[in-house]
């Protein structure tokens, strides 16, 4: 057989390293958070971190955060991409509001990694997963034209409230003036 075309596109292939790579990190870092895997904390040790963090309800706050990064497991495949994409690059937005103030670069505690996750998530929301992916192999029945802006602009609004209300309980807790031992001084 002869092809005319390229049989393996450069792109497709590219995506699908893109996809298998971003969301095999997101999905172990979801496994940390809800199963306690890799060395995680699990669903209890997370909600407990999101509480010292400022969101809440903690455990919804946990359960997103991870549900929203084990959607990794569904970059990988190239399933609901938008979706997908959508909702971890929402979870990283949350992210990189509690990284922001020790500045960018992740040597010193910054955004940069959540940043770099959650604009490769939003990029493969956008363009899809490409040929070799579940998408395709389904006919693209759950990435539609329409579901991309419908995705990120959900995802982008529930961030958005999120983060907000986080920063809200953050700046109003002020310093604590207890001490240690849960005594006024």
Partial sequence: MTCHKPCVDRKDLGLLALRVGTGGVLAAHGAQKLLGWFGGPGLRGTAAGMEAMGFAPPKASALAAGVGEAGGILLALGLATPVAGAAAAGTMAGAVAVHAPNGFFAQGGGYEYPAFLGFVAAGLAVTGAGRYSLDRALGNALDRH??????LV????????????RNKRVSGAG?????????DE
């Avoid at 329409?146 to 995705?151: D, F, I, L, R």
């Avoid at 310093?175 to 005594?183: E, F, H, L, Q």
């Fill in 175 to 183: 310093p604590r003036t207890d001490s240690a031992d849960g005594t």
């Fill in 154 to 165: 959900g995802s982008a609004a529930a961030a958005l409230a999120v983060v907000a209300s």
């Fill in 146 to 151: 329409w579901m991309v802006p419908a995705a």
